[in-house]
């Protein structure tokens, strides 16, 4: 029946308007109440933002940048006073939660009352929500309501992959208003790969001069019909990661950079073949099948211009540690951060086997096999970073051949790293590619190349981080979750919002939404209106829930 309706909506075209309710929060907040009397607040040109608190400027900026943004004008900010339309403030909410707030509008006004700065700046991006999309005679009427909030899950995460495919200052800046909008706190910036090394360490300037380059890239899904023969790539100069990281702190985000290593390390191979196991060895131009075509030089160390898991990993040297300490000791500098991300992940041991120097490596420091060899790098790496005041995250390969200790995991490959890891008491993500891999495609009949796998709206909406199989004593070490978005068949902005809305708005609820408040019919009927919001914003957006499925069926 439902579909029935559904099909309905769409071939009238009213989808966007028909079922719009004027209270429609993404991600639902704890409590919504309606006051007796219904009425609107209008907010308008000449309306005034009160500041009874410190640390509160950060989220009447985020505001008016907004509506400067949306309708053209700022409001001014000053202290409270009796013509003080918007008031922040501060007070201890009764549920004692970094980023609680309470939020009401009523015939005087609009109180916005914060746990802490945070809890202000959460109930600033619900008071975006509470306002229409579009004007009434220049005032915003904003509707009487008291609302009372609080986040479920400490780790909200989204991750962007700039090293498939590089995505200017602007989108990055853009992305972490995306996480602001959906009260998100964790940006993971993975800044090294195969294919591109994007962050400028100084000590080292060929990692960009080389390794932010590549000449081609593979045309179409992997192993690709030719090669585009065009150079691409690009980097972030420190001066800009420093601006990108106040501009995160401005919006109470924290930036995750992440390094990879011992694997996909093709780019800073291309910059400093020593770090290979084989640095006279030319790059593979292609993996397992060899149809993929290359552009340009192919002798030597090459940046890769295809997609996959590549055998030249950093072979662990003494040479190699010390590179990658310098490299780290700039990242430390400019990443406030208390994780640094060390991938991990997919690191093919092939090199190992067959290089003497880390047989013998294993011989002499005892370790029984390359896994183990894997966990010695990590292990290796982890003490340097933890010596700098900070703690590792990585991939859930960090598992193998033993947990580094005080190691955070971030479950990839199904839940079940999170529950190991879980279970042997460390910190874990949750970042299932079953759930929340935001590269899979969310219709059946994609038109545009995406790396393939199926992941519908309602299945992100419906992932619950806590592993029914974790026993409830260890549910407290899954702080959160967090969508993985890997760029190789993304290639521009538009195509990374079309990719990542609405599934975003839906995994907000996940993390922030207490369980009990969470229903996809709700979801359902508030998404018109998110919708209007998108179309605000000026991004792109995938419209694949509302479209017949290859099968007959909706995406539901
Ligand atoms: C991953 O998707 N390789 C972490």
Redesign the pocket.
Known sequence: MRKILLALSICCGLFAQAQESPIAIVPEPVSIVMPATAGRYLVSPASKIGLAGKGLENSADFFNEYLQKSFGYKLDVKSPGKKTDIILTLSRTSNPVSGAYTLSVDTKGITISGHDELGVFYGIQTLLQLIPTAETNHTLPTPFVNISDYPRFAYRGLMLDVGRHFFDVNFVKKYIDFLALHKMNYFHWHLTDDQGWRIEIKKYPKLTEKGAWRNGTIIGNYPGKGNDNTRSGGFYTQEEIKDIVKYAEKRYITIIPEIEMPGHASAAIAAYPELSCFPDEATKTYYFNPNSAWAGDSTGKQVQQIWGVCRDVFVPSENTFKFLEGVLDEVIALFPSKYIHVGG??CPKDNWKRSEFCQQLMKEKGLKDEHALQSYFIQRMEKYINSKGRSIIG?DEILEGGLAPNATVMS?RGEDGGIEAANSGHNVVMTP?TYVYFDYAQSKKEDSVVIGGYLPLDKVYNYEPLPTALPADKQKFILGAQA?V?TEYMDNPSKVEYMIFPRMSALSEVLWSQKEKRSFANFQQKLPLQIKRYLLWGINYSKAFYEPQADGASVK
Do not use: Q, Y
Request: net charge negative; glycine share 0%.
């Open positions: 992940d997919e991939w990839w590619n993985n890997w």
